[in-house]
């Protein structure tokens, strides 16, 4: 976020807390009750304006109040929670599961969907080879924007598509753990939603991944240490294999 001020960023980085917490629209009222800015209501207002002029705030016609853009969600996942670290009772978990399940394949996998997904409060999807598993889609509920049918079918059709998915996350994979947010997909239907997934070691697999599909108000500092720890722990695993 080096292209806005400290003051912007306070303002930008309240107006995410308050939209990841309930999907609403926030005014500078509702932040100056809340939150310790220091400034009046007519300059978080005229701050406002500005972060709308950078692409980091929008508004529907409904509303005085103002959104974070998919954009500012990408800086807030780059710059603010930067490499954070995963709660250590959720890495010893991921840790435990994976190594207890070392000698079965299929067990393995079921391991690291139903963790990922309980702990990303997200559909957790496993591809090896262009073979498809997911689990977890009933967390999607918890989302007030995702329960309409139209969008929660259109997440489904997706994971139902192995040869779509795999063909999305080779796309856009790299060598970490690759984000899709709103609209960066280009998919219709998938404006509300967020994509995170990550390569990882998987025997003689020549590509497999682990990833999570959910709301774009997924808590980010879990979701992507979390399948961080999923690659993390494969690798050391698949090194007693070797």
């Given at each position: 976020?080096?292209?806005?001020?400290?003051?912007?960023?306070?303002?930008?980085?309240?107006?995410?807390?308050?939209?990841?917490?309930?999907?609403?629209?926030?005014?500078?009222?509702?932040?100056?009750?809340?939150?310790?800015?220091?400034?009046?209501?007519?300059?978080?207002?005229?701050?406002m304006v500005k972060l709308m002029d950078q692409g980091l705030l929008e508004k529907s016609h409904t509303s005085s109040g103002?959104?974070?853009?998919?954009?500012?969600?990408?800086?807030?996942?780059?710059?603010?929670?930067?490499?954070?670290?995963?709660?250590?009772?959720?890495?010893?978990?991921?840790?435990?599961?994976?190594?207890?399940?070392?000698?079965?394949?299929?067990?393995?996998?079921?391991?690291?969907?139903?963790?990922?997904?309980?702990?990303?409060?997200?559909?957790?999807?496993?591809?090896?080879?262009?073979?498809?598993?997911?689990?977890?889609?009933?967390?999607?509920?918890?989302?007030?924007?995702?329960?309409?049918?139209?969008?929660?079918?259109?997440?489904?059709?997706?994971?139902?598509?192995?040869?779509?998915?795999?063909?999305?996350?080779?796309?856009?994979?790299?060598?970490?753990?690759?984000?899709?947010?709103?609209e960066e997909s280009g998919i219709k239907g998938l404006e509300e939603c967020a994509l995170a997934f990550t390569k990882m070691?998987?025997?003689?697999?020549?590509?497999?991944?682990?990833?999570?599909?959910?709301?774009?108000?997924?808590?980010?500092?879990?979701?992507?240490?979390?399948?961080?720890?999923?690659?993390?722990?494969?690798?050391?695993?698949?090194?007693?294999?070797?």
């Amino acid at each position: 976020m080096e292209n806005i001020t400290e003051r912007q960023k306070e303002i930008l980085i309240a107006i995410i807390k308050e939209f990841m917490e309930s999907a609403d629209e926030v005014g500078s009222i509702a932040l100056l009750e809340k939150y310790d800015l220091g400034v009046s209501s007519a300059t978080i207002r005229n701050e406002m304006v500005k972060l709308m002029d950078q692409g980091l705030l929008e508004k529907s016609h409904t509303s005085s109040g103002r959104h974070p853009t998919d954009q500012a969600l990408r800086l807030y996942v780059r710059d603010i929670l930067g490499n954070c670290s995963l709660n250590p009772m959720i890495t010893v978990e991921i840790r435990r599961g994976i190594f207890r399940e070392r000698f079965s394949k299929n067990t393995i996998v079921d391991s690291i969907l139903t963790v990922v997904s309980d702990e990303t409060e997200s559909a957790s999807f496993v591809i090896i080879d262009e073979i498809l598993r997911y689990w977890g889609v009933s967390q999607l509920f918890k989302y007030e924007e995702l329960r309409d049918t139209d969008k929660l079918q259109r997440v489904i059709n997706i994971l139902e598509d192995e040869s779509f998915l795999n063909n999305l996350v080779k796309k856009y994979g790299g060598s970490g753990v690759s984000l899709i947010i709103g609209e960066e997909s280009g998919i219709k239907g998938l404006e509300e939603c967020a994509l995170a997934f990550t390569k990882m070691p998987f025997w003689d697999a020549r590509d497999s991944y682990v990833g999570v599909i959910g709301s774009k108000r997924m808590d980010y500092a879990k979701s992507v240490p979390a399948l961080r720890e999923v690659q993390n722990s494969m690798r050391n695993i698949m090194r007693g294999w070797n």
